[in-house]
């Protein structure tokens, strides 16, 4: 166990499980990745910390080497799947970017809670999760990321970022770790 603890103000970021993203093909089951999700969801409304469900609803224009697409999603792709049991206290952000922090007001919600970690999960691990973990790394946020509560399309890019990249930033644990020092500190 890498994760070694929890500050009392910590937020739970859970990065675009929403219908059109959870359909696409992923290296690790996503109705693995979900029942983790939801177990950390669970675990963090028990104890009133906040929850903090991220969707992307579009991209923004720029070129790259990849095609991409700058259109608007179809109706319903960005809705937020069911099994994450959306509450009216979970503060919810809506994102046209990778990461999370970019134009959102995010920060400001977050900083206005004085939460001083967070724990982020979700899809894609080496894109909208390892972008906003090293946004909120860089705004100086003690970051957790649960590996069991992400998954990737590339397997050699979901490696790399919890090998190489997240090691850097923050800890990693599994959700059942992070559930246990939930138990201990908060």
Same mark, same amino acid.
């Given at each position: 166990?890498?994760v070694?603890?929890l500050d009392t103000k910590t937020?739970?970021?859970v @990065?675009?499980l929403?219908?059109?993203? !959870?359909?696409?093909?992923?290296? =690790?089951?996503?109705? +693995?990745?979900v029942? *983790?999700?939801t177990?950390?969801?669970?675990a963090?409304r028990?104890?009133g910390?906040?929850v !903090?469900l991220?969707?992307?609803?579009?991209?923004?224009?720029?070129?790259?080497? %990849?095609?991409r697409?700058?259109?608007?999603f179809?109706?319903g792709?960005?809705?937020? @799947?069911?099994?994450?049991?959306q %509450?009216? *206290?979970? =503060?919810v !952000?809506?994102?046209?970017?990778p990461?999370a922090?970019?134009?959102t007001?995010l920060?400001d919600?977050l900083?206005?809670?004085?939460?001083? *970690?967070?724990?982020?999960? +979700?899809?894609?691990?080496?894109?909208?999760v390892? !972008?906003?973990a090293?946004q909120a790394?860089e705004?100086?946020?003690?970051?957790t990321l649960?590996?069991?509560?992400?998954?990737?399309s =590339?397997?050699?890019? =979901?490696?790399y970022?919890?090998?190489?990249v997240f090691p850097r @930033?923050?800890?990693?644990?599994?959700t059942?770790e992070? @559930?246990?020092?939930?138990?201990r500190?908060?």
């Amino acid at each position: 166990m890498t994760v070694t603890s929890l500050d009392t103000k910590t937020a739970l970021i859970v @990065i675009d499980l929403q219908k059109g993203i !959870v359909s696409l093909p992923s290296v =690790h089951p996503m109705d +693995g990745v979900v029942k *983790q999700v939801t177990a950390l969801t669970d675990a963090f409304r028990k104890r009133g910390l906040p929850v !903090v469900l991220v969707n992307v609803t579009g991209g923004l224009p720029g070129r790259t080497e %990849q095609p991409r697409n700058h259109r608007e999603f179809p109706p319903g792709w960005a809705d937020l @799947i069911p099994e994450l049991n959306q %509450q009216p *206290q979970d =503060h919810v !952000v809506t994102k046209r970017t990778p990461g999370a922090f970019t134009n959102t007001g995010l920060v400001d919600y977050l900083r206005a809670s004085d939460i001083t *970690q967070v724990v982020i999960v +979700g899809v894609a691990t080496s894109n909208g999760v390892e !972008v906003t973990a090293r946004q909120a790394f860089e705004l100086g946020f003690n970051v957790t990321l649960a590996t069991d509560a992400m998954t990737d399309s =590339h397997a050699e890019a =979901h490696d790399y970022s919890i090998t190489r990249v997240f090691p850097r @930033i923050g800890e990693t644990g599994t959700t059942q770790e992070i @559930i246990n020092l939930l138990d201990r500190s908060i």
